[in-house]
């Protein structure tokens, strides 16, 4: 079965540090998405993204976030300078419709200390 | 924006009873309901979902109802076993041409005793 990959699985950044999470969705997906997931909360809508553009964002994808696909598989989210509050599970996830069948990445589980 | 609340917040049966998690949307425009599955630090997997066009969709021990009149949705496990143990989220989407989100419920974690 197909599958969402991201790397790292987990990561430990200092405050205000930039780190950038990677993604490789389903290769035959056109759309891809980031969500997070605080320690014991629900999973969060961040933002999506199609034809190489963001397609909806939510109030939490501030100016600190930005997605990229720099090629033909990777996808990725960067967070410019890290709080203590972005510590949460980040998952990607990629579908091959808007609205039916993501797919969900393992996670990378973000530190911020 | 769409608000989506899941009740209960856990929920303990037996092995071999059945299992309900309820969720109630607020947006009228959503049109896609899926059913997540979350182990302890794993991916959410998607166990069922359901489209707005449908009222009920079975897939062995699990099935999903979808009441559009009073926007809600629930999940049913029949038969529990030990290995349902886990986080279950509802979710509801609306999908406005190239845009979709899914917004999650709070969770029900279901603990399934011998």
Same mark, same amino acid.
């Given at each position: 079965?197909?599958?969402?990959?991201?790397? /790292?699985?987990?990561?430990?950044?200092?405050?205000?540090?930039?780190?950038?999470?990677?993604?490789? /969705?389903?290769?035959?997906? @056109?759309?891809?998405?980031?969500? &997070?997931?605080? @320690?014991?909360?629900?999973?969060?809508?961040?933002?999506?993204?199609?034809?190489?553009?963001?397609?909806?964002?939510?109030?939490?994808?501030?100016?600190?976030?930005?997605?990229?696909? /720099?090629?033909?598989?990777?996808?990725?989210?960067?967070?410019?300078?890290?709080?203590?509050?972005?510590? !949460?599970?980040?998952?990607?996830?990629?579908?091959?419709?808007?609205?039916?069948?993501?797919?969900?990445?393992?996670?990378?589980?973000?530190?911020?200390? | 924006?769409?608000?989506?609340?899941?009740?209960?917040?856990?929920?303990?049966?037996?092995?071999?009873?059945?299992?309900?998690?309820?969720?109630?949307?607020?947006?009228?425009?959503?049109?896609?309901?899926?059913?997540?599955?979350?182990?302890?630090?794993? &991916? /959410?997997? @998607?166990?069922?979902?359901?489209?707005?066009?449908?009222?009920?969709?079975?897939?062995?021990?699990?099935?999903?109802?979808?009441?559009?009149?009073?926007?809600?949705?629930?999940?049913?496990?029949?038969?529990?076993?030990?290995?349902?143990? !886990?986080?279950?989220?509802?979710?509801?989407?609306?999908?406005?041409?190239?845009?979709?989100? @899914?917004?999650?419920?709070?969770?029900?974690?279901?603990?399934?005793?011998?």
């Amino acid at each position: 079965e197909p599958e969402v990959t991201q790397t /790292p699985s987990h990561q430990v950044t200092q405050m205000g540090q930039e780190v950038i999470l990677r993604c490789v /969705p389903i290769s035959n997906h @056109l759309y891809f998405y980031w969500y &997070r997931q605080i @320690l014991g909360q629900k999973v969060e809508f961040l933002v999506s993204f199609y034809n190489n553009e963001i397609s909806e964002k939510s109030e939490i994808f501030d100016d600190q976030f930005s997605v990229e696909r /720099p090629d033909g598989s990777n996808f990725t989210l960067k967070i410019r300078s890290t709080k203590l509050e972005d510590s !949460a599970m980040y998952f990607c996830a990629s579908s091959e419709t808007p609205n039916y069948g993501y797919t969900f990445g393992s996670g990378t589980r973000l530190t911020v200390v | 924006g769409e608000n989506v609340e899941q009740h209960p917040s856990t929920l303990s049966v037996q092995e071999g009873d059945s299992a309900v998690i309820k969720c109630t949307y607020s947006d009228s425009a959503s049109n896609y309901f899926p059913w997540y599955k979350q182990e302890l630090g794993k &991916r /959410p997997q @998607l166990i069922i979902d359901i489209r707005s066009n449908v009222g009920e969709k079975k897939d062995q021990r699990i099935a999903v109802t979808l009441n559009k009149t009073a926007k809600h949705f629930s999940l049913h496990i029949t038969e529990t076993q030990p290995e349902d143990s !886990a986080v279950y989220f509802c979710a509801a989407s609306i999908s406005l041409g190239t845009a979709s989100k @899914l917004t999650f419920g709070t969770g029900t974690r279901l603990q399934v005793t011998l």
